[in-house]
């Protein structure tokens, strides 16, 4: 099936940033495609999803993320400022091609994750 890659991740001190992509290896400029991520213990948490025609952050990331599609790449990106240590988890990549399937978590389509580190 059509494969998602991240790539981006690493080891930042609070309040830094990171931008963090991924790679589809099909046609996705129609679909709609989010960031989700699991620290170590905790269920998988929504961050961010982006369709052609919206983008809708949650409440955690509001102000401090945002993400950004480049159809032509098939390349959705996740910026990330002013991280906090809390930020700390594997984020992964999603896609679907209804916006209420990736919300909720049951997107098609799941990258393998990239991890990322906020040290304080």
């Known amino acids: 099936q059509v494969r998602l890659v991240e790539s981006g991740g690493g080891l930042v001190q609070a309040g830094g940033s990171l931008r963090l992509s991924c790679i589809a290896s099909?046609?996705?400029?129609?679909?709609?495609m989010a960031w989700f991520r699991q620290a170590p213990g905790k269920e998988r948490e929504f961050v961010v999803a982006i369709s052609p025609a919206d983008i809708i952050s949650a409440d955690s990331v509001k102000g401090r993320f945002s993400a950004a599609r480049d159809n032509a790449k098939n390349t959705v990106y996740l910026q990330m400022n002013s991280l906090k240590p809390e930020d700390t988890a594997v984020y992964y990549c999603a896609a679907d091609r209804q916006m209420r399937a990736v919300m909720a978590g049951k997107a098609g389509y799941w990258g393998q994750g990239t991890q990322v580190t906020v040290s304080s």
């Open positions: 099909g046609t996705f400029g129609t679909y709609a």
